[in-house]
């Protein structure tokens, strides 16, 4: 069984910086892409940056130049290095990741249980 454990979250001042990790455990074949969500109190879940398995990234337009996600194979983690907080970036940061827990299965999503991000102002 795949479990996604997320670390990292805290409380910052905007401008502060936060480095939120998220590691992959158990039976696991093979990484396909990887990513962040957020969601705060009473709106929807939205994506916030996206790393493929060649390692292209994508970012929501209100991240781009402050965000960066990477990866790292080898220990099955992504990262989100966020710089420049702001407090409408208060939120329940979830990581995302696509995989194949073994050769003859089909690949599929797995959800960390989220870390909390408050910056306050």
């Known amino acids: 069984q795949v479990r996604l454990v997320e670390s990292g979250g805290g409380l910052v001042q905007a401008g502060e910086s936060l480095r939120l990790s998220c590691v992959a455990s158990?039976?696991?074949?093979?990484?396909?892409?990887m990513a962040w969500y957020r969601q705060a109190t009473g709106q929807q879940r939205e994506l916030v940056a996206h790393?493929?398995?060649?390692?292209?990234?994508n970012y929501a337009d209100s991240v781009k130049g402050r965000f960066t996600i990477s990866r790292t194979n080898a220990v099955n983690t992504v990262y989100l290095q966020m710089n420049s907080l702001k407090p409408e970036e208060t939120a329940v940061y979830y990581c995302?990741?696509?995989?194949?827990?073994?050769?003859?299965?089909?690949?599929?999503?797995?959800w960390g249980q989220g870390t909390q991000v408050t910056v306050s102002s």
């Open positions: 790393i493929s398995s060649g390692g292209t990234t």
């Open positions: 158990g039976t696991i074949f093979s990484l396909n892409a």
């Open positions: 995302n990741m696509n995989l194949k827990s073994r050769s003859w299965h089909e690949s599929d999503d797995y």
